[in-house]
């Protein structure tokens, strides 16, 4: 339904693209956007009971042990990424949430729906027992943006995410007016590339500042120590889809 809204086209367009890339035609079928948003994370060691941080333990197994898919920024105590392809749209659209119990409402930023390993190791997100969500609010784009998401994945299609990039670009007068760039799978939650977002902001949007944009997306990257391949490769993602709204 997301996909094919013509008033999503229309008015948030980016969030069409990333709503598109989100599983199978099966799973999106099934699925809801707010089910998107609050997937838990896809660690194996999570995934099959080890006594790690997400289920109360003291350890984090991905940190010595298997940890190609794991996180480069904001990583630890727990380095898990956060799996969702419309979370990075829908922070760069400023989007809200509203949340309900049943009796009571509240409604939040997503950047503050979120919740990292170093705020609670258990959460990913700031639901409490007995609360769902119940609604997106999301902005019309700004007039003049142009907005694209990238995922680049093991298989070519049906897969999660080692690096995606949701970028939305206002260029006024030559020049970048407003930029934002929100990475999906090498945070735990959607990281806000603020330091890309600054390389580019009063600078035409061409090869030299999309490359800045890439190495400042991954500035005080931490990467592990099989997922090294993330720094680059999230460099060249960025690039790409900057390029490729010039």
């Given amino acids: 339904d997301v996909v094919e809204s013509a008033m999503v086209q229309e008015r948030t367009p980016l969030l069409a693209m990333a709503a598109?890339?989100?599983?199978?035609?099966?799973?999106?079928?099934?699925?809801?956007?707010?089910?998107?948003l609050c997937q838990r994370p896809?660690?194996?060691?999570?995934?099959?009971?080890?006594?790690?941080?997400?289920?109360?333990?003291?350890?984090?197994?991905?940190?010595?042990?298997?940890?190609?898919?794991h996180a480069i920024l904001e990583g630890g105590p727990s380095y898990i990424v956060h799996p969702s392809d419309s979370a990075p749209a829908l922070v760069a659209l400023g989007a809200s949430v509203h949340i309900s119990n049943g009796s009571k409402e509240r409604t939040v930023p997503i950047d503050q729906?979120?919740?990292?390993?170093?705020?609670?190791?258990?959460r990913e997100n700031i639901l409490v027992p007995g609360e769902i969500l119940t609604a997106i609010d999301?902005?019309?784009?700004?007039?003049?943006?142009?907005?694209?998401?990238?995922?680049?994945?093991?298989?070519?299609?049906?897969d999660f995410a080692l690096c995606s990039v949701a970028a939305m670009v206002t260029v006024r007068n030559g020049v970048v007016a407003d930029a934002r760039i929100?990475?999906?799978?090498?945070?735990?939650?959607?990281?806000?590339?603020?330091?890309?977002?600054a390389a580019l902001v009063g600078k035409p949007l061409d090869e030299a500042s999309a490359a800045a944009a890439g190495v400042a997306?991954?500035?005080?990257?931490?990467?592990?120590?099989?997922?090294?391949?993330?720094?680059p490769l999230t460099q060249a993602v960025v690039k790409r889809a900057l390029l490729s709204l010039a």
């Avoid at 660690?43 to 298997?66: D, I, L, M, Q, V």
């Avoid at 729906?113 to 258990?122: A, L």
């Avoid at 929100?182 to 977002?197: D, F, I, S």
């Avoid at 997306?217 to 720094?231: C, E, F, I, Q, T």
Wanted: net charge positive; with cysteine.
């Fill in 182 to 197: 929100v990475l999906g799978g090498v945070a735990p939650v959607p990281y806000r590339a603020r330091k890309a977002e």
């Fill in 217 to 231: 997306a991954v500035d005080g990257a931490r990467p592990l120590s099989k997922n090294g391949y993330k720094v």
């Fill in 113 to 122: 729906f979120f919740v990292t390993p170093k705020q609670n190791p258990r």
């Fill in 42 to 69: 896809r660690c194996w060691y999570y995934r099959n009971n080890f006594p790690c941080y997400k289920h109360g333990g003291n350890t984090c197994f991905s940190n010595a042990g298997e940890n190609d898919y």
């Fill in 138 to 158: 999301v902005p019309t784009a700004p007039a003049g943006s142009k907005a694209v998401y990238v995922k680049e994945m093991v298989r070519e299609i049906w």
């Fill in 20 to 36: 598109g890339k989100i599983g199978t035609p099966q799973i999106r079928n099934m699925g809801t956007i707010g089910g998107n």
